[in-house]
Structures are given as structure tokens and as C-alpha cells.
């Protein structure tokens, strides 16, 4: 009965901020955030390993931080400076209780339970 969803997504211009929520029915050890645009595979944007430490996909490094809030079991990625490029379905996950992931995995294939994605557009 893990459940997982997203909130948060809209329509922004370039340069805009959004935050992205993910209610999880239970934290796991590994925790991630993804995102797949039309035609494209989807890919791994943040992942968070047990300790909290979150590995980046190189091309939101600085603008994008991912964190949670334990006492609420929400996830977050707050998403800055904006790009059209960063439009996409975006999706939290979760690895199966107990199945651990060291420094965070942005692999599609390490996840095993996922929410139903909100839609993240980005304009010029």
C-alpha cells in the first residue's frame, strides 16, 4: 500500500521557481525525483540515499534542491531558474522498504513504487 503523489507543477516563464511536493505514504532508504519530456526516456533529476544526501543530474546542479520533511513524509524539489529545457512530466519515487541506494540513485530501474507525475511547463 505504498502511495506516492506529486503536486505543484504549472506553467512558468523562463527564469521562474517552482516547488514541487510529494506526499509518500512511507520513506524509504531511497528516494528520487524524475522527469520524462514528450518523446523522450525518462530521467533521473535528484535522488536522496538514507542519510539525506542528494546526487543531482549535472544539468540542474545549483538550481534545483531536492530535501524532505520527515514529520509530514513529503519530499520536495524546488526548482530556480528555469529553463524550457526542464519541461516535463515530472515524477517522485521510492525503492522498496529496506533496499538502500549509497549517495542517492538518479536510475530509473533502482525505484519500485512511483507517483502519477505532474506536469512541469517551462515558456521562453
Known amino acids: 500500500q505504498m502511495q506516492l503523489e506529486e503536486s505543484g507543477g504549472g506553467s512558468v516563464q523562463a527564469g521562474g521557481t517552482l516547488r514541487l511536493s510529494c506526499a509518500v505514504s512511507?520513506?524509504?532508504?531511497?528516494m528520487g525525483w524524475f522527469r520524462q519530456a514528450p518523446g523522450k526516456e525518462r530521467e533521473g533529476v535528484a535522488g536522496m540515499d538514507y542519510k539525506g544526501n542528494v546526487r543531482y543530474k549535472d544539468s540542474v546542479k545549483g538550481r534545483f534542491t531536492m530535501s524532505q520533511d520527515n514529520a509530514k513524509n513529503t519530499l520536495y524539489l524546488e526548482m530556480n531558474s528555469l529553463k524550457p529545457e526542464d519541461t516535463g512530466m515530472y515524477y517522485c519515487?521510492?525503492?522498496?522498504?529496506?533496499?538502500?541506494?549509497?549517495?542517492?540513485?538518479?536510475?530509473?530501474?533502482?525505484?519500485?513504487?512511483w507517483g502519477q507525475g505532474t506536469q512541469v511547463t517551462v515558456s521562453s
Open positions: 519515487a521510492v525503492k522498496g522498504p529496506g533496499r538502500y541506494c549509497a549517495g542517492g540513485s538518479l536510475m530509473v530501474t533502482e525505484y519500485d513504487y
Open positions: 512511507r520513506f524509504t532508504y531511497c
